[in-house]
């Protein structure tokens, strides 16, 4: 069982890798997707000032985002079960990161594809969100493993 718990987080860890690199050779350029937070008068020059091509190219980098969100997603929650044991935090942040992300991506798809950019100006909130969250499951299973390596070290005056 640990074998394929831990096959399965490194076939997550490379896909993650790959679609990471794939994310950044499609990117237009800058994205909103990157930043820790952007007032709605940066979303609108930074989507105003994309040529047809740079859209294509963002539309494309955002599918592939849905997808990252997923696998990371994924991840998470393998990380947080199988730590499980020594994990204080719910189960649920593992989720809340893909939750802000998606929200964020979609606006940022529905502006693209509409040619709308009032409809991406208020997501700086959810990307910070997004990030905050990140920052906060990280946390959280930095916190699971350093008390699970806590417990399976001797303690003072025992032998192993």
């Known amino acids: 069982m640990k074998m394929q718990s831990s096959m399965g987080l490194l076939f997550l ?17 800058e994205t909103l997707d990157a930043k ?9 020059i930074l989507l105003a000032s994309l040529s047809e091509r740079q859209i294509h190219l963002y539309i494309s980098t955002e599918f592939l985002d849905l997808f990252f969100i997923t696998l990371y997603t994924a ?10 044991r020594s994990n204080s935090f ?7 990161p893909g939750f802000f992300d ?4 979609v606006g940022i798809l529905a502006s693209l594809l509409f040619r709308d950019i009032s409809l991406a100006q208020n997501l700086g909130v959810v990307t ?9 499951v990280f946390a959280g299973l930095l916190w699971s493993f ?12 025992e032998e192993k």
């Open 13 to 29: 860890g490379l896909s993650i890798l790959m679609t990471f690199v794939g994310f950044h050779l499609l990117s237009p350029g």
């Open 146 to 157: 350093l008390i699970s390596a806590r417990g399976a070290s001797p303690k003072e005056g």
């Open 75 to 84: 991840m998470f929650w393998l990380l947080f079960k199988k730590s499980q």
């Open 128 to 136: 910070l969100l997004k990030w905050v969250m990140v920052f906060m």
């Open 90 to 96: 719910p189960n649920w942040l593992a989720f809340a």
């Open 102 to 105: 998606t929200i964020e991506t």
């Open 36 to 44: 820790l937070y952007y007032t709605p008068l940066e979303a609108q």
